[in-house]
């Protein structure tokens, strides 16, 4: 079944301690794409990638780093996370970027 | 960025006609008009995308007037199951590949 998925899907972490999402798709898709959703400001754009070892920053990249070294892999790294980064978290994916997208099934993460 | 504006809300009854709105008064020329739904902690998943006239697809149809500034969403027959909200993304092509989402517009479909 031709899917993106994330994991975890539910996480609860402290103030500084480094976390990483993970988001794989197994459509061969060239571009993928974090976003995060927040009541009252919809989704926005963290980081982006049109292919492998090509990412490029979002609309709010502060605080978020992201690699891309393999296709099908594009995990989210937070190196020291701070309460304003609880959120729901989307992981994308794209053929080339400009029709479909792909949307996981989302990541809760609560940063205390 | 190009900004998009859609109803808080609206309400129907199953089996009738569903058209959304879509204002989108700064589009660019470089910017695709697409449409996407969410369910509750769910991810939003596509449903149509164009660029101008008339697009239709197996589940709506997407009608954009010549100067772009608004598109609408038209969903025939609705059910129960198309209660959600919807969402009027640009797709921003050659800059990220961005999708601008707004605020949404949460379809109630009642018996």
């Known amino acids: 079944e031709a899917q993106v998925t994330q994991n975890p899907r539910y996480l609860i972490t402290v103030t500084g301690k480094k976390l990483t999402v993970t988001c794989s798709q197994n459509?061969?898709?060239?571009?993928m794409s974090w976003y995060r959703q927040d009541p009252g400001l919809g989704l926005r754009q963290i980081y982006y990638?049109?292919?492998?070892?090509?990412?490029d920053k979002g609309d709010v990249p502060e605080g978020y780093k992201v690699s891309r070294k393999e296709k099908r892999n594009f995990p989210l790294i937070l190196e020291s996370p701070s309460p304003n980064q609880t959120s729901l978290y989307f992981c994308?994916?794209?053929?080339?970027?400009?029709?479909?997208?792909?949307f996981g099934p989302g990541t809760r993460l609560t940063v205390l | 960025l190009a900004k998009t504006t859609q109803p808080i809300s609206m309400d129907s009854y199953e089996g009738q006609e569903v058209n959304i709105t879509c204002s989108h008064n700064?589009?660019?020329?470089?910017?695709?008009i697409t449409w996407y739904q969410q369910f509750p902690s769910q991810g939003p998943r596509f449903i149509i995308q164009?660029?101008?006239t008339k697009v239709t697809n197996e589940v709506a149809s997407l009608f954009i007037p010549a100067d772009r500034k608004s598109s609408t969403l038209s969903l025939p027959r609705v059910s129960l199951s198309d209660t959600a909200v919807y969402y009027c993304?640009?797709?921003?092509?050659?800059?990220?590949?961005?999708?601008?989402f707004g605020t949404g517009t949460q379809l109630k479909v009642e018996l």
């Open positions: 459509m061969n898709h060239e571009y």
């Open positions: 993304p640009l797709l921003l092509t050659g800059g990220g590949n961005k999708l601008t």
């Open positions: 164009g660029y101008k």
């Open positions: 994308a994916s794209s053929l080339t970027g400009d029709n479909e997208q792909f």
């Open positions: 700064n589009i660019a020329t470089n910017d695709y």
């Open positions: 990638s049109m292919n492998v070892e090509a990412t």
